[in-house]
Each structure stands twice: as C-alpha cells, then as structure tokens.
C-alpha cells in the first residue's frame, strides 16, 4: 500500500482539536463509526475527527453528486447508515471517500473556507453523540494469534507442555457469539453460569468469581468471498477493512468447567466489547510491519499461509493499553491504574494468515464480519493482556494504587483498552478507547 | 400446549395431495419456508401443503385485511418475505396464522369453495420452485445432546473415560459459523485443511479424507431474549419456533489436528446443510414426550435446568433416518442406503433446556436464531448418526448394496436425511428431507 498526501504528517485541518499532538483523531486517521444523537435515535455513520463526528449519513443526502466527485460511490452507502455496505465496497471506493474527506477538511486545500461553511451544519461534537456498535455484526470469530497468552495460559495447565502441537502450524480459532457484540461502555453484567470451585463436589450455579478482561484487537472484514472460494494469502490483507479494540470478556470458573470437548461458550458470549471507531487499514498504511519473526527451530508457515509480501509487512505496529479504575478508586479520585502495555506486532500469526486460514475450507466471510486477534500479550510480565496471566491464575494478585488488590474483576471495576500508533514523522494515530464496567449479576 | 382442530386428523384438504398418507404436508403440518420461482429470484415466504407451496408472500400483498382476520399481524410479516420476521411473533400470533391457513385450506370449511377460488392463483407446485435455506441465519450454535454419541466418541479417544465428567452437568455447546448455512439440496465442496496423517510428521495441507455427515435437528428460535435477561426453562418452550433437519458435516481429519484447545473450526464451517421447511411447536404438539430418563445415579439437573413440566412433556418423539447414495448406486439405479434410524427423543437435554442455558449467562438469542441438537445417535449401532460411529472410526467399513465399502464419504455420495413423526390417531407429519452431494475439492 503506497503512502500518499492523507499520510501527510504536515496537513493539518480547520478542525482545530483535530491538530492537538495528543488527538487520537487528526486528519491522518479519519475512522468510521456510528452514532446518534438526541435528533435521531436511528444510528449514522460517521468520521471522528478531533473532538468531532462529521456526519456522513446527512451529509450524504445533502451532498450535490458532482460535490461528490471521486467519492461518490462511498457516500452512496453512507446514506444507508450501514457500515457494512461501506466494509463491501472495493478498497478503492474507500480509499477514495478517506482521500475527499482529508482533502475537504484540511486548511490548505484552496476550497478550505468553501468546506467549512459547507460541513458546518454537520458535524457534532463527540461528548454529544451516542457512540454504537460500529456494525451490527453476523459474525465473529476469535483467534488465538499470540504465541505468548497461549504458552502463558498453558504453562498454567499443562506445565510440563505449555505449548500444544498444533500450535505453531494453525492459527487458531473458534467461533465466538456475534449477537452479544456491544459498544464500548455498556455495562457488563457479572454472568452466571455452573462453577465446580470444589472439583470433589457436584458444580454449583452461580455469579461467575473469576471474571476477567482479555485485551485483543478486531479486525473488520471488508470484501467478502463466495462460499467454496479461499482468499489466497497473498490477496488477504485487500479483504481487511480497518482495525478496533476489542475486550473479550472472560468468566475463567465458567470456562475451566464447560470448554471440553467443544471450547469456550458461555463463558464468552455473555458480553464482547469493541471501541466505536474503525481505523481503516489506510489509515493504518504507515505503521505496516513485518510479520513475528520466528525463533529458531520454529516450522515455517504451510504455503497457503506463506507469501513473502505479508511476511515482510502483513503486521501492524500498534501498542495497546489497558487500565483499570476500581469503585474505590473513583470515589477517592485516583486515576486509572495500567495495567499492562503490548503491542500488535507480537502476534505470532498475520491478519492476512488469519483470513486465508479462516477461508482455506472455503468458509465465506462476509463484509463486516469482525475477526478477534485473540489476547494480544508479549514477552514480558508488563505485556501480559489478561488477569489470568497477570496474576498467573490468582495466584499473584495485583496491588493497586488505592491499596485494593485484584485477582480477577470485582463489581465496580471499570477496564478501558487504548491503542495508537506511533512513528516518527508522521503523525499519532489513535483507537480512541474501549470501555467497560462491572455490574453484579442480578 | 392445548391440541385443537388443527390437529384434527380427520380434517382432509381440498389440496387433494395433502391428503396422500405419505405426505410429509398433511393439513395437519403447515411448515413454513422459503421459496423462489421463475418469475421472482428473492425469495418468498410459503407454507408446504401436500406437494404445492402456498405463497403468503404474495396473498399477504393480495388479501384484503378483512379477510386475513385473526392471521393480520402474521400476514403482515409474511409481506417482508423474512422468515425471522414471524419467529419474532408473539407464539400466539403464529398459531392464529396457523388456524387461519388450517381452515381456509380444510374442505370441510363452509367456505371452503370461496378459498379455493381465493387462493388458487397463489400456489407453486414443489417441483417447480426452489427452497431456499428458510432464513438468513445471524447466529449459529450447535449443542452436543446425544448422551449416546458423545459416549461413542469419547470411547475412540478416551476407553477408560469415554464421557467427560461435565456432560451430564452442562448442556455441551458451542458457537458454529452462520454464513455457511446452506440451502438442502446445495453441493458440499471437500474442504480442504490441516491434516495430520503421519503423526511423527508435520502436518500437510490438502483435502480432507475423513469426511462425515452428522445427523441433527435444528431448533429454530421465536422471539428472543434482552442481553442479561436470561430464559427461565419453564418459559423456554415458548421460544422454539419450530423444528427442522440439520447436516453438520464434518471434516474429522481437520477437526481431530485443530480442535484443541478452543474446539472445532473449519472442520466443520465449511457448510452445514438444513431442511427447506420449520415444522413449527404448534404442529409438533401432539408429539410431545417425556424428558431422556435419565439412568439411576446420574445427577438432576441443576435448578435452573429443571422444570416439572419440561420434564414431563419437554421432549419430541420424531424418527429420524439417513439414507446414502453413491455415484455408482445411482449409475446402477439402486435405490437409496439406509444407513441409520434414531429418535430425537433419545437426547440427554431437552430444546428448552438447552435455550435456558444458553441464555443463563445472560446471552441474547435473536428471533431466528439456530439451534443444532448435536448428532442424534441412540443407543444401539442401527442409531448411530455419522460414519465416524457408524464405522468406529473407519475400522468397520459399511458394505452398501452395490458392494463398494464406506468408512467415510466419497465423492459423489449423496447424503439424505429425513424426519417424521407418527402416533395412533394423529396423522403423520414429516420433515421433507434435508440432502447434500459431496463434491471433489477444487
């Protein structure tokens, strides 16, 4: 992918929040998402931009087509409000709807005054806008992609073989429930679910007491592909719309208990949260890096996993956070606590091998599917993405600033993903953040 | 659920093909489905009668509001032409629209002259339409219900410890892959896959050689559930909408390398076949039956499983049969194999069981969703529902009447499921049939 004059770390935009240093939204990133606002409960689509929404919906409808121009076939489907008719058009359509966007909002373009009276009527400011879901999801699959959650979470099983056979020649994968996909602050409700904290006595039900986050991010799909028809890996990376953050949620007692034979169930679909803003993979041009440089001795991929394109830049530089503020924390004004940093590009498997594997039985994805990464968690004790392994099972609780300590999640907790990108000479592209608070079961 | 005129079997149809013995579509069954003819590609809604589709599509459009009367709201949705529209019904609405079409299709009507007139214009023969799959399913999960199959598997792998100590606690399920749902009747491409032949080799990557069907019954969900409000199991009956004939075919080659640890994936989405027509609740009520009795020693239910009336009445006694036919048994012109015969009531957990806990942790179902039962296997071998069992694992081969061999399908075999039900006095409802022919990989 060719960098052009929307990478532009100089351009700065009539918006002006969209030019602080520390924006997670300057004009250089320009994510899709959907909202609403008291003037509509109905969701639109919209661009982040600063502290702004631009609403593309109304502006759609508003818009003269040979205002459009280039852009046209974009804001077509903008005015659906459904972003997965923007995920299923060509990546050129969308490209090309980013490249007017950045064109119009920026202060050097000579029709700077003229878009700015133009836009006005349609933007509104974040604080104000209700942040949805950004799609409707009627999919979602859950990989497994970091070499370092899954050693970690098996050393706790299974110390003598941490890591499974087939670990380092499948990505793994499972199905996840899409129905239960939510926006980022919608509060989580502790599950229930059947528990056998005495492995000697019968299971009991009951709320979940071993509730945890797991940091990952979503990788949206855009074009689809017709059932019986494998996305070859070498044309992969062109089917992935844009990125989000994403918290798989996690009841461990639930899971320890249900996932044999079939894997996890209930203790997942109880509740997946994604960050509102979608940082399309244009955006993300600039951060690109070479896929998880194996050790030695490791297999290489299969060849239906292996292109050297996607080995050399498949991967995505970006570094996520996760902070947590307790009850108790609030009340007494302490600022959140982080728990841990990662980043993207320690995932053993590429998102173009992801979709390649997920489509070599030739299983259809379709536009707006949502992939999860899987726990993304790093080599050291800091990047550990999840309770289980920060606290290695409860076993080394966390000591919080307020002096609570944490083994897994209490009622009141409140956990918030971040993610940016970062390279010198171009400008911070952020994720915007991905939240979520614990309620008891009722 | 109260029996009434509609289950009456001596009520005879001026659909003179309805009233064949044999009929799969009695007057008494009335299965909704999906349909397209030539004069229409989008698919309609219709009801099976005899060997005819009656259009409610189009006699929603044609009947004047008078006429529908108690069936309005169920005609209304039948305008959409989605299917999910009428599984959001309140259950009383469906059986209005149900009585409705009974009596209106019934030659003893008093009007019965007038409605043949009215609706004779609205009427597609079988032969002539194509059955789509019944809905644009959002959300797929399969369950593992047969106490009996999951026995036989477990004994393959696990002679000393066939059942997992879980099974008889948790109605074992997992998410499956909606988009890959499929029309019966659609071609069912090899996969291909990770395979595992020589175990002290690394794997390959090519088409699966251990491919299987695997009898099911798909549990088609009414109206649904708010995320966080859990289904009580003596409220979960009146959300099935009906049943159908479920193929979840299996690569087991792909599915014993890749399943651990987070269950099976592309063993198994590659395509999943269901049956055109939802034989709904209300047509299935004379054919109620107790829960699986469960042997002396086993645990109850836990409380939030259990309820007196499920119990009771929670089950469903259809018979179930697969029927195999090779290339060259079709060449030859011999008839069909049966291969198996089970009985749906066989399962360990009920339909409303399996709703109660799936929603336990507080998971959303959506109008529409569905349901898989797992393979329904009895408890001896003519039950057994997939060659996997059938054969043990491809180490007793099934001699066909043609005399070629089987321990696992080839291509050009066709796989037909059927299902019907039958008791004294009730005339016999059937399921039609659910079909799927393999194909080589490309």
């Known amino acids: 992918m060719t960098l052009d004059a929307t990478h532009d770390a100089h351009r700065q935009s009539w918006v002006e929040t969209a030019n602080a240093p520390d924006t997670d939204f300057p004009l250089q990133n320009l994510p899709f998402g ?10 639109r689509i919209g661009v982040a931009i600063g502290d702004q929404v631009l609403d593309l919906t109304r502006l759609a409808d508003a818009l003269p087509p040979s205002e459009a121009a ?43 005054d003229l878009w700015r009276t133009r836009l006005s009527p349609f933007f509104v400011p974040q604080a104000e806008a209700t942040l949805h ?17 899954a050693t970690n979470v098996g050393a706790m099983f299974r110390p003598e073989n941490p890591l499974l056979p087939n670990y380092k020649y499948v990505p793994i994968g499972y199905h996840g429930r ?38 990952e991010v979503g990788i949206i799909v855009g074009q689809g592909n017709r059932l019986g028809e494998p996305i070859p890996v070498a044309r992969a990376d062109e089917h992935i719309f844009g990125l989000c953050l994403l918290n798989d949620w996690s009841a461990r007692d639930i899971q320890a208990w249900e996932y044999q034979p079939l894997g996890p169930f209930l203790s997942k679909s109880f509740a ?39 080995q050399s830049g498949g991967g995505f530089e970006v570094t996520l956070e996760v902070e947590l503020t307790t009850a108790v ?31 070599s039985n030739g299983c259809n994805l379709q536009p707006g599917d949502l992939l999860g990464s899987g726990t993304v968690s790093g080599p050291t004790k800091e990047a550990r993405g999840c309770l289980l392994e920060l606290t290695w099972r409860g076993a080394e609780p966390l000591t919080l600033p307020s002096g609570e ?35 008891a079961s009722r």
Not at 133 to 149: E, G, Q
């Open 178 to 215: 899409a129905s239960s996909v939510v926006a980022s602050g919608t509060p989580i409700g502790r599950p229930q679910g059947q528990l056998r904290p005495n492995p000697e006595a019968p299971p009991v039900f009951g709320p979940s007491r071993l509730l945890d986050y797991e940091l």
């Open 272 to 310: 997946t949260s994604v960050s509102p803003w979608i940082v399309t993979r244009d955006a993300l041009a600039p951060f690109r890096c070479a896929a998880f440089a194996r050790p030695e001795g490791d297999p290489a991929p299969l060849e239906y996993l292996f292109d050297a394109a996607d």
């Open 70 to 112: 280039t852009a046209q076939v974009g804001f077509q489907v903008c005015a659906t409000g459904d972003l997965s008719e923007l995920c299923a058009l060509p990546p050129a359509a969308v490209t090309a709807l980013r490249g007017w966007l950045s064109n119009a909002l920026w202060d050097g373009s000579p029709d700077a």
């Open 34 to 43: 959907r909202f609403s606002d008291a003037t509509q409960a109905t969701p």
């Open 405 to 439: 300590t944490r083994r897994f999640l209490e009622d009141g907790d409140e956990v918030t993903f971040r993610g940016f990108c970062h390279r010198a000479g171009f400008r911070r592209i952020g994720f915007g953040e991905c939240r979520g608070r614990i309620v």
């Open 133 to 149: 879901r950004p799609l409707d999801f009627k999919n979602y699959t859950d990989f497994y992609a970091s070499v370092f959650h």
């Open 329 to 359: 924390m609030r009340e007494a004004g302490f600022p959140p606590a982080q728990l841990s940093q990662s980043r993207l590009s320690s995932l053993y498997w590429t998102p173009a091998q992801m979709l390649a594997h997920h489509t």
